[in-house]
Each structure stands twice: as structure tokens, then as C-alpha cells.
């Protein structure tokens, strides 16, 4: 039995004898199967031809990124605070060299999740540091491929996590996309992690919100007010994306407001 990992969105599943079927996080419109077919690997093969890299982002705020790339190629990102660090969304490959970092940023507590696409080797993670909380969003219940006592899910607009850490309801990209807000981050001036809730596109100043990023359909625009409306209540200066490279530095909340406002006009009255 094993635990075989989707290598298009890296999710992890259940032990099974022989590798699943198919896998229905790809095969769901926001998602894709490989043009190639669905393929599979596992932790102990991942082991052998990749590895984590860690690189901090400001203070207290540590990206892990796997090299060479897999999957969808994001980063997780380790937060730590006085109560015990959380990991925001998270990446397939865990080991004993990552393990340890980690230990050495002074562990883990809890990790907390954007949504289905992240879901990775959560449980996996859960295991190496004594069974940690995952908080996912109960809404995106039906996306957990491999079902752990570890689970932790919650179904309100926000949830704290303490230490000034709030897991966020926005919705949109699925039912349960959450983002965490981080009050301490930025200075103090408050940071936002966004998985792709909202976007950090090329050019940082701005984000954008879809539906489905592979597929580039988009969201309605009542969803996307809905969006900066659960965000709203947060001082934020800050936003970090999904990838190293997408971070809007500064201004971020004035930044959210105008992206909203472009892509309102540009899907309500086209851009000539």
C-alpha cells in the first residue's frame, strides 16, 4: 500500500494496493489533466530526485519551495509567532532535511490551508511534527483525498489562530479559498497570505481573481465584491502569492481596491 501523489496538482492520497484511477482534483474544471495522462509518483520517489529550499521572506516569515519544480510549483510559507509556528498552504515533499529546518525555526504547531489545489502531503506534515492541526475550510470538505483525525474543519467568516494569526472565509476560487491574515506582519503593518484568492499577478501592483487560473475562466463580479469584503475589516500593507516571485510589497489594501475596480470595468464594459 502506498500513498500515491497526483504529479499535476501534487495531492496526496489514501494508501491504496495500486495507483488511484484518476484524480478528480484534476479532473474538475479548475484543474487539468495532463495532455500526457494522469500520472503518479510517491513520497519515497520524490525523495530521491527533489528537494526543499528555504528562504526567508522578512522577519518571522520563511518561504519552503521544492526544486526542481513540482506540481504547481508553489511555496509554502512557515510563520512564526510566540504561540508556535503555522505553515500557510503547503508543498508535496516533506523529509528529514525539512523536518529539520523547521526544527531549527522552532517547530510547527498547526498548518492551515488556501484551499484544495495546496492540499498536498498535509497529512504527511501532520505526522512529522506529533500529529499538528490542519485547518482547512469546511466548505472544500469534499477535495480531501486523504481523510486524517488531524482535520480540523471550520465553518465561519473568520477563525483565529492566535497570536494574531486569522484564517479568513473569502470564497470564490472554491467554496472554502481562505486567506490568513497575519497582524504582525509588515512591520506591524499587517500582511495577507493569499494562496491565489487574490492573485499576485506579474506586475505586483495589482491581483486578480478567477474561477479557474489554467482554464483563465473568470469569476462574476458580485463574487469577487464578496472577496475584498471579507478582507476589508484587515489593515494589511502587504500581500505574498503563491509563488517566490509574487509578493505586492506595499500599499496592498489601496492595491486590492483598484485591482477590484479594473477588473469589474474591464468584465462589465470590456477594455478597447
Same mark, same amino acid.
Given at each position: 500500500?502506498?500513498?500515491?501523489?497526483?504529479?499535476?496538482?501534487?495531492?496526496?492520497?489514501?494508501?491504496?494496493?495500486?495507483?488511484?484511477?484518476?484524480?478528480?482534483?484534476?479532473?474538475?474544471?479548475?484543474?487539468?489533466?495532463?495532455?500526457?495522462?494522469?500520472?503518479?509518483?510517491?513520497?519515497?520517489?520524490?525523495?530521491?530526485?527533489?528537494?526543499?529550499?528555504?528562504?526567508?521572506?522578512?522577519? &518571522? !516569515? =520563511?518561504? $519552503?519551495?521544492?526544486?526542481?519544480? @513540482?506540481?504547481?510549483?508553489?511555496?509554502?510559507?512557515?510563520?512564526?509567532?510566540? %504561540?508556535?509556528?503555522?505553515?500557510?498552504?503547503?508543498?508535496?515533499?516533506?523529509?528529514?532535511?525539512?523536518?529539520?529546518?523547521?526544527?531549527?525555526?522552532?517547530?510547527?504547531?498547526?498548518?492551515?490551508?488556501?484551499?484544495?489545489?495546496?492540499?498536498?502531503?498535509?497529512?504527511?506534515?501532520?505526522?512529522?511534527?506529533?500529529?499538528?492541526?490542519?485547518?482547512?475550510?469546511?466548505?472544500?470538505?469534499?477535495?480531501?483525498?486523504?481523510?486524517?483525525?488531524?482535520?480540523?474543519?471550520?465553518?465561519?467568516?473568520?477563525?483565529?489562530?492566535?497570536? &494574531? !494569526? =486569522?484564517? $479568513?472565509?473569502?470564497?470564490?476560487? @472554491?467554496?472554502?479559498?481562505?486567506?490568513?491574515?497575519?497582524?504582525?506582519?509588515? %512591520?506591524?503593518?499587517?500582511?495577507?497570505?493569499?494562496?491565489?484568492?487574490?492573485?499576485?499577478?506579474?506586475?505586483?501592483?495589482?491581483?486578480?481573481?478567477?474561477?479557474?487560473?489554467?482554464?483563465?475562466?473568470?469569476?462574476?463580479?458580485?463574487?469577487?465584491?464578496?472577496?475584498?469584503?471579507?478582507?476589508?475589516?484587515?489593515?494589511?500593507?502587504?500581500?505574498?502569492?503563491?509563488?517566490?516571485?509574487?509578493?505586492?510589497?506595499?500599499?496592498?489594501?489601496?492595491?486590492?481596491?483598484?485591482?477590484?475596480?479594473?477588473?469589474?470595468?474591464?468584465?462589465?464594459?470590456?477594455?478597447?
Amino acid at each position: 500500500m502506498a500513498n500515491y501523489i497526483c504529479t499535476t496538482c501534487g495531492v496526496q492520497f489514501a494508501a491504496t494496493p495500486e495507483p488511484p484511477p484518476h484524480c478528480p482534483i484534476c479532473e474538475d474544471e479548475r484543474q487539468y489533466v495532463n495532455p500526457n495522462g494522469q500520472a503518479w509518483t510517491t513520497l519515497a520517489d520524490l525523495r530521491q530526485t527533489h528537494a526543499n529550499v528555504f528562504r526567508p521572506q522578512e522577519p &518571522g !516569515l =520563511t518561504g $519552503i519551495g521544492t526544486e526542481p519544480a @513540482f506540481a504547481i510549483g508553489e511555496r509554502a510559507l512557515l510563520v512564526q509567532t510566540p %504561540e508556535g509556528n503555522v505553515l500557510w498552504d503547503c508543498v508535496s515533499l516533506i523529509d528529514e532535511t525539512t523536518v529539520d529546518q523547521i526544527q531549527a525555526l522552532g517547530g510547527l504547531s498547526a498548518i492551515a490551508i488556501s484551499h484544495p489545489h495546496f492540499y498536498s502531503s498535509m497529512v504527511e506534515w501532520s505526522h512529522a511534527f506529533g500529529h499538528i492541526p490542519i485547518y482547512l475550510h469546511a466548505a472544500n470538505r469534499e477535495w480531501v483525498m486523504r481523510p486524517d483525525p488531524a482535520i480540523v474543519f471550520w465553518d465561519s467568516p473568520t477563525y483565529a489562530l492566535g497570536s &494574531g !494569526l =486569522t484564517l $479568513i472565509h473569502c470564497g470564490g476560487h @472554491f467554496p472554502g479559498s481562505t486567506v490568513l491574515h497575519w497582524a504582525a506582519g509588515a %512591520e506591524g503593518r499587517g500582511v495577507v497570505l493569499a494562496g491565489d484568492t487574490l492573485f499576485v499577478v506579474p506586475d505586483t501592483r495589482y491581483v486578480t481573481f478567477m474561477y479557474s487560473y489554467p482554464n483563465f475562466i473568470l469569476l462574476p463580479a458580485r463574487t469577487v465584491e464578496r472577496i475584498v469584503q471579507a478582507v476589508e475589516p484587515f489593515a494589511f500593507d502587504r500581500i505574498y502569492g503563491i509563488w517566490f516571485d509574487r509578493v505586492l510589497a506595499s500599499d496592498a489594501k489601496a492595491a486590492v481596491a483598484r485591482s477590484v475596480a479594473r477588473y469589474i470595468q474591464a468584465i462589465s464594459q470590456g477594455i478597447s
